[in-house]
């Protein structure tokens, strides 16, 4: 009897535990998914901004691609980054709608919209001092590389592509898309 309660707890133990991996894995692609969508240049950088508007920057800072994010997805990106750094984020897009933006400001967005610009020493101490949460190699690992340009991301692993960043913070992500 008390072999089969314990039997019993430790299976649904294993079914939250897989559950919980499969809305980890479907919040990853849910995010991967959107990012490998958008045109990119090598030397420019994916940013999404304070109005849930994920752009694609060539190497000159013209916007080359877009899309328009919904809270789910800019939620999942969020939580992609360390606690504090997620909150953050959280707090930034809570009242966002990104449908409201017109297609002139999404082509030609002001000043403080677009990523914030990266010195040496700005990059180089945010690139050491990110916390990423480390994912198994079999999921998107390539989030825990910190990137300020997309070809920063195929130096530290070749299939990681393209490097977002979010909000203003002058390191970003890579990922594997």
């Not at 409201?100 to 050491?128: C, N, R, T």
Request: aromatic content about 10%; hydrophobic content about 40%; glycine content about 4%.
């Amino acid at each position: 009897m008390v072999m089969k309660y314990f039997a019993a707890k430790i299976l649904s133990l294993g079914s939250l535990v897989l559950l919980a991996m499969a809305y980890t894995i479907q919040m990853g692609s849910d995010v991967s998914e959107t990012v490998k969508k958008v045109k990119y240049d090598l030397n420019g950088v994916l940013h999404v901004d304070a109005e849930g508007v994920l752009r694609s920057y060539d190497q000159e800072g013209n916007v080359i691609d877009y899309r328009r994010l919904d809270s789910n997805t800019l939620n999942n990106i969020a939580q992609l980054y360390a606690e504090e750094n997620s909150n953050k984020l959280i707090d930034l897009w809570s009242n966002v709608d990104s449908s409201l933006i017109d297609e002139e400001q999404v082509w030609a967005p002001p000043s403080h919209l677009m990523p914030p610009s990266v010195s040496e020493a700005d990059a180089a101490e945010q690139l050491q001092s990110a916390n990423p949460k480390v994912f198994p190699r079999w999921w998107n690992y390539c989030n825990q590389y910190r990137c300020t340009e997309n070809w920063e991301c195929p130096r530290q692993d070749p299939i990681c592509i393209r490097c977002v960043r979010s909000g203003n913070f002058t390191a970003g992500m890579c990922f594997d898309v």
